[in-house]
């Protein structure tokens, strides 16, 4: 029977890592994301159907001026592009509670197939009877080959912000 599993915002978290000048990491959280997750089992989310949207204009790497500039039209747009969304096409077992989760991910105006890897953390019934599932996602993408391209280089030649973006999910799912 299937089973449809609703993300609690409120227990979970999107967070981003990008380096800067190649010193350093800079890491930023979106704060507004909302994602479904629909299995054929109530206990086997290998079959699960995952749709997952973060609100761009929600950005937050703890530095306003530069939360502004990623809200531009120098990297998402978010007036014209309000939400990045990821939707699944396939779950595959990696081995015990790790999986291999494709999908197609947009951001502005470009889709591509990415993949992510999964952690399950288990289930669980809280205090309040709600029973929850938890995951830990990872993955790294490009943000050239999503149409983020704007770029600076320093007087020495550095890069000012690197192509790779680390993407790091830590989500509650509640059964509905």
């Given at each position: 029977m299937a089973t449809t599993w609703k993300l609690d915002p409120t227990h979970s978290e999107v967070a981003f890592k990008v380096k800067h000048l190649v010193i350093t990491t800079v890491t930023g959280y979106f704060r507004?994301?909302?994602?479904?997750v629909v299995t054929e089992n109530e206990?086997?989310?290998s079959t699960g159907k995952i749709d997952f949207t973060i609100d761009t204009s929600s950005i937050d790497t703890n530095q306003s001026q530069r939360d502004e500039h990623l809200k531009s039209a120098d990297f998402?747009?978010?007036?014209?592009?309000?939400?990045?969304?990821?939707?699944?096409?396939?779950?595959?077992?990696?081995?015990?509670?790790?999986?291999?989760?494709?999908?197609?991910?947009t951001i502005g105006e470009t889709t591509k197939p990415v993949k992510f890897n999964v952690e399950f953390g288990g289930t669980v019934t809280d205090p309040y009877g709600n029973f929850k599932a938890g995951?830990?996602?990872?993955?790294?993408?490009?943000?050239?080959?999503?149409?983020?391209?704007?770029?600076?280089?320093?007087?020495?030649?550095?890069?000012?912000?690197?192509?790779?973006?680390?993407?790091?999910a830590s989500v509650q799912f509640v059964k509905q």
């Amino acid at each position: 029977m299937a089973t449809t599993w609703k993300l609690d915002p409120t227990h979970s978290e999107v967070a981003f890592k990008v380096k800067h000048l190649v010193i350093t990491t800079v890491t930023g959280y979106f704060r507004s994301f909302d994602g479904t997750v629909v299995t054929e089992n109530e206990d086997d989310f290998s079959t699960g159907k995952i749709d997952f949207t973060i609100d761009t204009s929600s950005i937050d790497t703890n530095q306003s001026q530069r939360d502004e500039h990623l809200k531009s039209a120098d990297f998402f747009n978010a007036a014209q592009h309000p939400q990045i969304v990821f939707k699944s096409t396939s779950i595959e077992e990696k081995g015990d509670d790790e999986f291999l989760l494709i999908g197609d991910l947009t951001i502005g105006e470009t889709t591509k197939p990415v993949k992510f890897n999964v952690e399950f953390g288990g289930t669980v019934t809280d205090p309040y009877g709600n029973f929850k599932a938890g995951f830990e996602v990872t993955g790294k993408i490009s943000r050239k080959e999503f149409g983020l391209t704007w770029s600076a280089v320093t007087e020495a030649g550095a890069v000012v912000v690197s192509d790779d973006v680390k993407l790091q999910a830590s989500v509650q799912f509640v059964k509905q």
